[in-house]
């Protein structure tokens, strides 16, 4: 069985850093692609960023190219993402999703994904 869950949320000034981690029980997250989302109440979960089974590529939504950074640790079963320069508007809920097929194309898309976690939560004041 597969379950994600992420940790790191919190409440944090403008310009601050915040870093986000995700570990997936089950198995290994070797060979998938892992994906970072969010989501605002009464929105459409939209894609953050995602790092690919294979050299561990990296891609950003352009709202958060250059503040936010993502990686990944197979050995720990874990991604991270590292924010910085948070701004009032990265305030969401954040999600880590795994994706359904194994040795497979990065896709930004929520449907490529199958396995997801409950969610932190992250506010970032003016």
């Known amino acids: 069985q597969v379950q994600l869950r992420e940790s790191g949320g919190g409440l944090v000034q403008a310009g601050g850093s915040l870093r986000l981690a995700c570990v997936l029980s089950g198995p290994s997250i070797n060979g998938y692609n892992m994906g970072w989302f969010r989501q605002a109440p009464g929105k459409e979960r939209e894609f953050v960023s995602a790092i690919s089974w294979k050299n561990s590529n990296t891609y950003y939504a352009d709202s958060v190219k250059g503040r936010f950074t993502t990686s990944r640790d197979n050995d720990r079963n874990t991604v991270y993402l590292q924010m910085n320069s948070l701004e009032p508007e990265d305030t969401d809920v954040y999600y880590c999703?795994?994706?359904?097929?194994?040795?497979?194309?990065?896709?930004?898309?929520?449907?490529?994904?199958?396995?997801w976690g409950q969610g932190t939560q992250v506010s970032v004041s003016s």
């Open positions: 999703a795994r994706s359904q097929a194994r040795w497979s194309a990065v896709n930004r898309a929520t449907g490529t994904y199958a396995y």
